[in-house]
């Protein structure tokens, strides 16, 4: 497949290059929020969206600042960009479906922190993708996190009915897993072909 | 344990180490600690570098800290932590090359250490400076530890050496061993990280029946 065709680029960012399993970012949220299957899809589906926003956001600032020629404020930016990108995605989803808010609830503000943003951001800069397959990018890297998320929620769920030594409760545990898990992730690295 | 006494200097620089130690015991700044702590020179020059923006931001921070407005206080946080991890961006390269290229975007992420805004908003922006420094400097030197601990199992395991491309170079095991290779990937890093945890946990659980056996007067 042609790598920079839009298909190949959103796989890429979904299953073979996961954001979380096998880029580690976004951690954070993936340790936090992976307790129950539905907190972690609408957390996903909150991060979709504000991927997709901050990403073409992320695209005008660069072209921006590159005509300016001050590429070294390029973080400074971006961060400002994303944490007021959140805040305006919150405001419009208050405004236009106070039912979803509820939903996304205390997870929408803490996506400013999510390195997965950020990095998001810096990595399309750093591959130079034009402005369709920087949507691709964004929208693969969105799902790849709430697949990752969902699968991880799924299976904690079922380990909280096992029995573990007390040691090994709570992180620990969910980290060794979530090593399991990326080891299987490993085996969409022939996908791309 | 408990301190009965006000928390001397010395205190705050210590509890970043082991008793609040960032990653192991607050499971903070994650992404960072898992992403580059495959050999040890990128596990050391990580932490350097997040040592080096937490104790500049929080310093300033706390200089700053009666002149930040309530309301704005988190996105002054963010831009005086983007400003120095901006400086380090440019001054690595400037450095050594190969760091730089083998750290990536992990260094503007720096940026998004929650461990650095933690601290910001936690310590520095309701204690004076030198506590302030003293207390990041703890904290930056327990994330480097943390990623060190990270970075030897997994480097010895996965490459069968420590200091791997410097000239301190050493082989660990026999030549004979066989590397895992799965230990430098991805998935190495979530169980490695994993094992410490289990570990510390371990040893916690263990101080702690024994502590318990001895002091049985007042329960906390």
Not at chain 1, 74 to 103: D, G, H, N, T
Not at chain 2, 150 to 160: C, I, Y
Request: aromatic letters at 10%; glycine letters at 8%; charged letters at 10%.
């Amino acid at each position: 497949m042609d790598p920079d065709s839009l298909g190949y680029i959103f796989i890429n960012a979904c299953l073979i290059n996961n954001f979380v399993l096998s880029m580690f970012l976004g951690i954070c949220p993936f340790l936090g929020v992976s307790a129950k299957i539905e907190t972690a899809t609408r957390m996903g589906l909150a991060v979709i969206f504000v991927m997709l926003v901050s990403s073409m956001c992320a695209y005008g600032i660069n072209a921006l600042l590159i005509k300016l020629n001050v590429e070294f404020l390029r973080l400074i930016c971006y961060i400002a960009v994303i944490a007021s990108a959140v805040q305006l995605v919150e405001m419009f989803i208050k405004r236009f479906s106070p039912a979803l808010f509820r939903a996304l609830g205390i997870f929408l503000p803490l996506i400013t922190t999510n390195c997965a943003i950020l990095g998001l951001a810096l990595f399309q800069t750093q591959k130079q993708y034009n402005f369709l397959q920087c949507l691709a990018y964004a929208l693969g890297a969105g799902v790849g996190f709430t697949i990752a998320l969902t699968i991880m929620a799924g299976l904690r769920e079922q380990l909280d009915l096992a029995d573990v030594p007390d040691a090994v409760k709570g992180a620990a545990l969910t980290l060794i897993v979530a090593g399991i898990l990326s080891l299987a992730f490993m085996g969409f690295a022939g996908l791309g072909g | 344990m408990a301190n009965a006494h006000a928390p001397s200097n010395m205190d705050e620089f210590l509890k970043g180490l082991w008793d609040e130690n960032p990653v192991f015991v607050m499971l903070l700044g994650m992404c960072p600690t898992l992403a580059v702590s495959n050999t040890v020179m990128n596990a050391l020059s990580m932490g350097l570098a997040a040592t080096f923006v937490l104790v500049m931001s929080c310093i300033l921070v706390s200089l700053l800290r009666n002149f930040i407005p309530k309301q704005v206080r988190i996105a002054t946080y963010i831009v005086i932590i983007a400003t120095f991890v901006t400086v380090v961006e440019y001054v690595i390269p400037a450095v050594s090359l190969a760091v730089y290229n083998n750290l990536g975007a992990f260094i503007a992420l720096i940026v998004v250490n929650c461990i650095i805004l933690g601290r910001a908003e936690a310590f520095a922006s309701k204690n004076g400076v030198a506590k302030s420094a003293l207390d990041a400097l703890g904290m930056g030197l327990g994330f480097t530890f943390a990623l060190l601990c990270l970075g030897v199992v997994r480097e010895a395991l996965g490459f069968n050496t420590l200091f791997r491309d410097t000239p301190w170079q050493f082989t660990v095991f026999s030549p004979r061993f066989e590397p895992w290779a799965v230990m430098i990937l991805p998935p190495g890093g979530f169980i490695t990280l994993g094992a410490w945890l289990l570990f510390f946990n371990w040893i916690k659980k263990r101080t702690k029946r024994t502590t318990s056996d001895e002091v049985t007067a007042h329960g906390s």
